[in-house]
Structure formats: structure tokens, C-alpha cells
């Protein structure tokens, strides 16, 4: 079932949004070589308690951590780890926060130091796809319009689009349908209506899109060993257009 928001509900869900960027933008801050994905989430967790907010993912499903840290081949759900970050890498730090009961939820891939042109191309074709995307969240268009404009994009610059974790629905719930993907022909899928709030976040890839999950059950990488990135925004679909709650 798909819960539609108030506007009411949607500025609460905007105030935890903007708690989420403001974290994000602290990270930024952050990314150098020698940080580790261990001492960020450390931050995440005392930021958001100043602020009058909680790491929604920390406990899901027994997830351990109040973000995911996901480093080069990583896709998503990377545990944060005290090894630091080195030159030339690339990390998503992707978290959920709830805040008066109302929930945000964003992924931003960042470069530590100086990083190849080819992984700095990646993030800015995954980047754009995402704001593609956001452009066909409009009342009557369908979800098909979103994952179409992402894939066709991505698709002609070379990258492959993963399949396995997709964008979602979100209010008091982190996953509330429907369900987003990020690939597929235009026209399909559930119609988008005022009042819906949901996340856009594509993952796209260099080589193949498949993914293999590491022992942890939760860290998801690429088959090949090839860089991944993710862009993720909520936002509410809104008679005037889409509406982004997490704008940093």
C-alpha cells in the first residue's frame, strides 16, 4: 500500500532531510586519506544526536552501524571499517535518519584525495542520472519515466545500472512501496501522485552490473572488481514538481 503524505508530514520529513544534509555536507568536510569509514560513521552517530536525530539503519535487520561506508567495488551496504580511506579512492556514505518520528534517507559517493579521471567521470554520470531521474518525478508520470531516463543515460555513457537494490517509498517506515528501480521502459509501473514521497538513488557501475555479497551478509560489490557509485535523494512528488528533501 502506498502512503501518501500531507504537507504537514512532508515539511516533518523535510526537517529530518535537512538534518541528513547538513551531516553530509560535515562529511565533505571530512574525506581525506587516512579517514576511515569507521571514524565517519563515529561522527555520524554524535552529529545526529546533537541534532536531535537517530541513525535509522543502526539495529535494521541487526545492521550494526549508523551508515554504510561503501569504498571502489563496493555497490552499497559497506560496513564502516577502521582501515583508512587512501588516495584515489572512492566511498558512498549512505545513511537513514529519523527525526520526530519522520525519516530521510540519502547516499553521496565522495573522491578521497586526487582520483583517476576515470573514476571522477563515474561519479558524474552517476550524479547526473540522479537528478535525470528526479526530473521525471512528476504527477502522472509513471516510476517506468524515472528508471527509463536513468538507464538510457547511463546506458549510452558507457555504465552498466545495478538491478539488485533499488529506490523506495519512505515516510515513518525506511522501505514503504513502491518500489523504484532504476532501469526499465518508460510508461510502466505505478503512477506517481501528489502527496508520495520516495527515493531516488542509482548505482552505477564500469563493468557488469551483477553483485556478490560478502560474508557479512550485507556488503554488496561488484562480480568484476570494477568502481561503483551511488547518488540517493527522498523527495516528495509535489503539484508544483518534485521536491527535494535532502538538498544539500
Known sequence: MIILKTPEEIELMHAAGKTLAACHREIAKMIRPGISTWEIDQFVEEFLAKNGATPEQKGFHGYPYATCGSVND??????????????????TI?????????????????????????????????????YLGIEQA?????IGDISHAIQTYAQAQGYSVVRDFTGHGIGQEMHEEPFVPHFGPPGRGQRLKEGMVITIEP????????ATIDEDGWTARTRDG???????????????????????
Not at 84 to 91: A, K, N, Q, Y
Not at 138 to 142: A, F, H, I, L, W
Not at 203 to 210: P, V
Request: hydrophobic share 40%; glycine share 8%.
Open 74 to 91: 563496493v555497490i552499497c551496504h559497506g560496513f564502516p571499517k577502521k582501515e583508512p580511506l587512501r588516495d584515489g579512492d572512492i566511498v
Open 94 to 130: 549512505d545513511m537513514v535518519v529519523r527525526k520526530n518520528g519522520w525519516l530521510a534517507d540519502s547516499a553521496w559517493s565522495y573522491e578521497v584525495g586526487t582520483v583517476s579521471p576515470e573514476a571522477k567521470r563515474l561519479l558524474e554520470v552517476t550524479e547526473k542520472s540522479l
Open 138 to 142: 512528476v504527477v502522472g508520470n509513471r
Open 203 to 210: 548505482m552505477l557501475n564500469i563493468g557488469t552490473y551483477h
Open 226 to 248: 570494477k568502481l561503483s557509485a551511488q547518488y540517493e535523494h527522498t523527495l516528495a512528488i509535489t503539484a508544483d514538481g518534485p521536491v527535494i528533501l535532502t538538498k544539500q
